[in-house]
């Protein structure tokens, strides 16, 4: 079975800032790795996924994100946050096989203020 | 063009009732999957289907069902709700060549039982 722990529940950051919102996984298989944003009132929105190759993923709106298989852990970043980026962020998993369900962590709420 | 289409955007209902939600997917994919996402939580699975079939199912009691239409269209149908149901009901869709890393997720149904 896999489970995700994202290690903040909430991170509050000045504008302009950067910030890191921390994620670990467990599994005993290969897995793909997501950041999922939402919005207030919306559904979810793909950052990025980690599927295979370059640990290193960059995303839209200036996100990226690395895979560290001996850490297992899949920390997203931004070098420098705006307000539009304040909403809740989920990072997921995926056992690496297909038709496969995601399994989310329980969120981070990024707080961006002037 | 349109993306996954869920409805109601609201629903409040009596405990003991029976509800049902729609969901429409994007153009093109025809595999649906449904999550609940309580308040301050994760989104967590509830079954998918393709081919009018539940393929795979979380870890949700028998009051929780589901159809798939011929129009790739899906419900999700809970019977005997109890007032921890409340919660936002996702709706997910993809196509069937793409793989876990292709969904794109509705804005979801918020159902309040009282």
């Known amino acids: 079975a896999q489970s995700v722990t994202q290690l903040d529940s909430q991170v509050p950051v000045f504008e302009e800032a950067p910030v890191e919102l921390r994620c670990n996984y467990s599994?005993?298989?290969?897995?793909?790795l997501f950041w999922y944003v939402q919005y207030p009132n919306q559904g979810l929105q793909l950052l990025l996924k980690?599927?295979?190759?370059?640990?290193l993923v960059k995303g839209i709106n200036g996100f990226e994100a690395e895979f560290n298989k001996s850490q297992t852990s899949f920390h997203l970043r931004k070098p420098s946050v705006h307000i539009s980026d304040t909403a809740e962020y989920f990072c997921?998993?995926?056992?690496?096989?297909?038709?496969?369900?995601?399994?989310f962590g329980k969120g981070t709420t990024l707080s961006v203020s002037s | 063009d349109a993306g996954v289409t869920q409805s109601p955007t609201h629903l409040i209902k009596t405990r003991g009732q029976q509800v049902t939600l729609r969901c429409s997917p994007k153009?093109?994919?025809?595999?649906v999957s449904w999550y609940q996402q309580a308040l301050g939580q994760g989104p967590q699975f509830i079954f998918q289907?393709?081919?009018?079939?539940?393929?795979q199912r979380g870890n949700f009691p028998d009051r929780f069902s589901g159809h798939q239409f011929p129009n790739y269209s899906s419900e999700l149908n809970v019977n005997a709700l109890l007032l921890g149901d409340s919660a936002l009901y996702l709706c997910?869709?993809?196509?069937?060549?793409?793989?876990?890393?292709?969904?794109?997720f509705g804005s979801g149904t918020r159902l309040t039982v009282v």
């Open positions: 153009s093109g994919h025809d595999t």
């Open positions: 980690y599927l295979s190759g370059s640990t």
């Open positions: 599994s005993s298989v290969s897995v793909y």
């Open positions: 997921a998993v995926s056992p690496n096989q297909a038709g496969t369900a995601l399994i």
């Open positions: 997910a869709s993809r196509a069937s060549g793409q793989g876990v890393f292709g969904y794109t």
């Open positions: 289907y393709y081919e009018e079939e539940e393929r």
